[in-house]
């Protein structure tokens, strides 16, 4: 019913730019907070950055300065654009989302995940 498709990952060389996307689909009413996640080889999955409905963003420390986060509520649609890219960048971006639906059901729906490759 609702889905995330994301898109804009791929192989980046140290110290250049990504923007990542993700567009919710299907029935619904309305999108609450929205995040992006990742997680590398051997680590635990941690949120990178998160906006609220209203705009109101928090970053992980590693990230703060480097990257942002950006919604389009019209487009039901989450960015993230990352610069200064590091090698240990490197992993896995998954983004999140809290969604109202048609059938007044609240869930957590998340993304097909996108690989992220800094490297030389």
Do not use: H
């Not at 048609?102 to 800094?118: F, I, P, S």
């Amino acid at each position: 019913q609702v889905q995330l498709v994301e898109s804009g990952g791929g192989l980046v060389q140290p110290g250049g730019s990504l923007r990542l996307s993700c567009a919710a689909s299907g029935r619904i009413l309305r999108i609450n907070a929205m995040g992006w996640y990742r997680q590398a080889p051997g680590k635990q999955r941690e949120l990178v950055a998160a906006i609220t409905s209203g705009r109101s963003t928090n970053y992980a420390d590693s990230v703060k300065g480097r990257f942002t986060i950006s919604r389009d509520n019209a487009r039901n649609t989450v960015y993230r654009q990352m610069n200064s890219l590091k090698p240990e960048d490197t992993a896995v971006y998954s983004c999140n989302a809290n969604i109202l639906d048609y059938g007044l059901t609240q869930n957590d729906y998340w993304g097909q995940g996108t690989q992220v490759t800094v490297s030389s």
